[in-house]
Structures are given as C-alpha cells and as structure tokens.
C-alpha cells in the first residue's frame, strides 16, 4: 500500500537518466580500476631488475671515440639526476677492475671457460631476496646473476659437443667457478646461479664481492662508474625521454617500450577513473534530488499517513528500500556489462600479444560496493530529514 501511494503516481523520467548516468559511470569506474591495476601488474615477476628500472649510460659518439667526450657519470651528475622529479631512485653500477675469469665446475657440463665482465648493483633494484644476495670473505660461493645470453652461449657450446643443453633451472644446479687475478696473483671463487636477465649484458655480482676483487686485486687502470642503475617514477616516462634526448643518454629499448605502454596507460586509465567519478557523482546527485522530488510531491500523502499511525521510520525506509532496489539494478548491470567487456578486451590485448592477468581486481568490484554504500547512506538521510519535515 505504501508503495502504491508514493511511487505509482511519479514521472519515472528523471530517475531514468539518472540510472544510465551512473550505469554508465559504475561502469567504467570498475572497468578502469581494473585496467589500471592490470597495467601496473604489466611485466611484473618477468625479470630480475625491479619494475619501471632499466639500465642508462651515455651515448657513444665520434668524440668520445676520439677521447674528446667522457662516457662516464660523475658524482655531480648522478646528484643531478637524482634531483629530477622523474627518478624514485638512481645508484651507479660498480664495474670490475681486476681481471676475472668464468668456467664449469661441474661434470652436468663440459669444461668451458671464458674471460668476463662482472657489475654489481643495489639490492634495492634485484628482484632477489637478501637472503641468497649476499657474499662475506670465506663464504661457500658467489651468488651470481647470469645474463641470459650467456646461457644460451652456453647452450650453443653444448649443442656442438653433442651433449644436452641445460633449463634455467638445471643452470642454476651447475657449480661454477671465478678466477680473480691481476699482475701479481690470482685466486679462485666458486659461484652459483640464483637468476636471469634479460636486461644486464654482464654478470651481476655482490657489492661486496665487488669491493672484495677491486680491493685485493688491484691494477693501473681505476674501475669508472659508465652506467646508472635508474627506476623511473609511474606516469612520468614522458619528463625522462626528454632528459635523455637533451643529455645524450641512452637506455635499452625493450625497457623504454614497456616502461612508456604502462605510463601511457596508466594515464588514460587515470583520467577515465576521474570521469567515472564525476559522471557517479553527478547521477548521484540527480537521484538525490529525484528523492527529494518525491518526498515534495507526497508531502500531503506523508504528513496523512503519520497522522493515522505510520511511523516516521517505517516511511523512510520504504523510501530507501525503492532506492536501494533501483541501486542494486544499477551496480548489478554494471557489473555484468564490465564482465562481458572484460572478456572481450582481455582478448583483444592477448591477439595484440599483451599477457595480461585475466582474473577480477578485488578494488575494482570493491568501488561498486564503496559507491552503493554512499548513495544508501546519503540517500537514507535525505529521506529521513524529508520525512521528518511533514510533521
């Protein structure tokens, strides 16, 4: 009967826009969230390095060749560009000075040996626990980080001898051994493999292995600081490619390109969270003064029904409940239409060759629940001081 008296006899054109102005808004919020969550995730766990971090260094250019321009960083240039609002964090990439060797101490696989080039960097900026990156004097082994090219080296040296090649995970089972020497001595490390990268061209070592080998194994030519470990700050890549254009610096593309889709997307997705917002807030405000309509219209229906008994309680939460239904429409529609699009666009991105987490973000469904709570809050209170006015 309650409904009947207010709702039957309403004009239902203005609470119709309001419900597609927020299906729409629902909808793209939770659709947006979702994807800038998802864009973040993007690349994640696939490499050593830590996420939006990459390798930089000079350019080399004729003059340098020449001798005339110097490609390494001074200690007044990484302060600088540790000042840029891009960088979250900036250390050198500390480079061997003494001589040092790499071969097979294992019988998995064949002897093999080589002269190497070792770096070591921050463990802020690895992937790898602390637990297995660390190396003191009279340790075991090194723990190592081996450039995947070396690898597949490897693999390639083992293909001609005519015996198996060897996994990531059977590598990591193969002992290893360092020769450390200069002019005057030399001295033996066994090393061990605990991970790969696709980004590092040398063999990643312990600062203090590092410290150890230049300290002990000293020679004439000092070891210089030539790259830049640099973790570049979300949505900023724009302000760091145009550092590097006018400071002739220069960094690994297939860094670049995933570093710039997700500052790229993350962009987007950021402005559409901020009209999604908008467009929830404007229907929200409509349905609000839809409510407030009809509390106006049945004031004379409302300040009866009092009189014979109803209670102002019992009138306004059949006044919620009628919006709490059309709420529940809302949001319930909202996220059928961002499932059936989540599947297309999960699918578009996977042809287009982006692997993407394909399950739903627990924020995104979360800011449905967060929107429908405050519109029946608000929605709640409005009716009760509306309803209360008619006394």
Known sequence: MLKKILFS??????LIIAMIGSFLGFTFLITSIHYLIRVNEFGKGEEILGDNTMIVQKKVTSFASMNLAKTDFSASDIERLKEKSFASNVEPILSNSFGVS????????????????????NQDFIKVSSKNWNWKEGDEYVPIVLPRDFLVMLNTFASGK???????????????????????KKEWQKAKIVGFTNEVSSILVPESFMEYGNLNFPTKTP????????????????KFEEFMRSNSIEAKSTSMVVGKLKSVAGTLFS?????????VFLAGLVLIQYAQLLISKNEYEIRTLLRIGYSPKVITLKILNYFVFVFAIISGLSIVVFAIAKFLIDSILKDGGIQINDSFTFLSILSVFFAFGIYTFVNYFNAKRGVLKTL
């Open 223 to 238: 070891a210089k600081i030539t790259q830049l470990m640099l973790t570049v700050k979300e949505n900023e890549f724009g």
């Open 9 to 14: 006899y309403q004009n239902k054109t203005q």
């Open 162 to 184: 005519g015996i198996p090649q060897v996994s990531d995970e059977i590598a990591k089972s193969i002992g290893f051994k360092f020769t450390l020497y200069n002019d005057n």
């Open 102 to 121: 790499l071969q097979t101490d294992s019988d998995l696989v064949p002897y093999f040996r080589s002269d190497v080039f070792v770096q070591s960097i």
């Open 271 to 279: 402005i559409l969270i901020g009209i999604s917002v908008i467009t």
